[in-house]
């Protein structure tokens, strides 16, 4: 059973960093890729970052972009998004995601996890 538990979400300033954390269990073919969504107030899911295992196929939103990063580690089977230089634009429940490919994990992600609340202040 595939399962996704996602951490460190938090309260923080504008111009601030935050790392999430995202620990998979379960691996199979249909969590070759990892990634990240996010949902602010009122809006629908939007697709934020995304990559295989193998550290390929690497894309993230236009809006996130130069900003964020996403990393993984096979040994801990742990998916990181390192967001720098937060914007109160970005305040939202961030979602740890997987599937078979990046591209399929931006367009309909297969496995999500509970989410973990970030509040940017300004």
């Known amino acids: 059973q595939v399962k996704l538990v996602e951490s460190g979400g938090g309260l923080v300033q504008t111009g601030d960093s935050l790392r999430l954390s995202c620990v998979v269990s379960?691996?199979?073919?249909?969590?070759?890729?990892v990634g990240w969504f996010r949902q602010a107030p009122g809006k629908e899911r939007a697709f934020v970052a995304a990559?295989?295992?193998?550290?390929?196929?690497?894309r993230y939103s236009d809006s996130v972009k130069s900003r964020f990063t996403i990393s993984v580690d096979n040994a801990r089977n742990t998916v990181y998004l390192q967001m720098n230089g937060l914007k109160p634009e970005d305040a939202a429940i961030y979602f740890c995601?997987?599937?078979?490919?990046?591209?399929?994990?931006?367009?309909?992600?297969?496995?999500w996890g509970q989410g973990t609340q970030v509040t940017v202040s300004s």
């Open positions: 995601v997987a599937g078979r490919t990046p591209a399929s994990v931006a367009a309909s992600p297969t496995h």
């Open positions: 379960g691996r199979t073919f249909s969590t070759a890729a």
């Open positions: 990559v295989t295992w193998g550290r390929a196929g690497i």
